[in-house]
């Protein structure tokens, strides 16, 4: 069965320090995954899609990696403005078109 | 461009009643797909419709229904509501074509409390 768990569930940075959240997965051939943001009160947002191991993409002070088995967003000198939930998906060879989410990653980070 | 519209933003129910939900997409996509979220479960995937048609349904029992208009706005149903319903309703809206490039664009989605 295809499953995605995140870690750790919560993580408290101070202004600057750099981190990382895991996303690890199981999926019967991965067609994609996806990083999305979620602030509280509003919907996910969308971040990156990675397809293949070894890819890499970057947005500002966060950057996506993706492995055969998990995926990890690195946080570089993060800004309060970074606090929000982190979301992974991914979407396997079966399942249709559906996603399959983890429970995310409540990041703070501390001016 | 405008984003994704869902309506009510709001809402609290008595166990039992039903209830409709609303979703308009971002104009040109053809594709609505509605996640139910809570604490415990995550997002959770209950059907995609496009072109007015349900393309992908996920585990949940019948009394969760939706559908499709030519305008690609989609409602979503949910009979003889129970407690455990409550939750954050987000709808998706993406061109439908594939995954892709862009992910999906969510709507802020409807609060739904059953009491």
């Known amino acids: 069965e295809d499953q995605v768990t995140q870690s750790p569930e919560a993580l408290r940075l101070q202004e600057g320090e750099s981190s990382s959240l895991n996303c690890s997965y199981t999926?019967?051939?991965?067609?994609?995954l996806f990083w999305y943001r979620q602030d509280p009160g509003k919907g996910p947002e969308f971040l990156f899609t990675?397809?293949?191991?070894?890819e890499e993409k970057e947005k500002e002070r966060l950057k996506a990696t993706l492995t055969k088995k998990e995926s990890f967003l690195h946080i570089t000198a993060p800004k309060p403005e970074d606090s929000a939930t982190y979301l992974c998906a991914v979407k396997g060879a079966g399942n249709n078109r559906k996603l399959i989410w983890g429970l995310g990653t409540s990041l703070a980070v501390n001016p | 461009k405008a984003g994704v519209t869902q309506t009510p933003r709001y809402l609290i129910k008595t166990r039992g009643q039903q209830v409709t939900l609303s979703c308009s997409p971002i104009?040109?996509?053809?594709?609505v797909s509605w996640y139910q979220q809570t604490p415990g479960q995550g997002l959770q995937f209950l059907f995609e419709?496009?072109?007015?048609?349900?393309?992908n349904k996920g585990n949940f029992p019948g009394r969760f229904s939706g559908r499709q208009f030519s305008n690609s706005r989609s409602e979503m149903n949910v009979s003889t509501l129970e407690l455990g319903d409550s939750a954050l309703y987000l709808c998706?809206?993406?061109?439908?074509?594939?995954?892709?490039?862009?992910?999906?664009?969510f709507g802020s989605g409807t609060r739904l409390t059953v009491v």
């Open positions: 999926v019967s051939g991965l067609r994609g």
């Open positions: 104009s040109g996509h053809r594709s």
């Open positions: 990675l397809y293949s191991a070894g």
């Open positions: 419709y496009f072109s007015e048609t349900q393309r």
């Open positions: 998706a809206s993406s061109t439908g074509q594939e995954l892709a490039n862009y992910g999906y664009t």
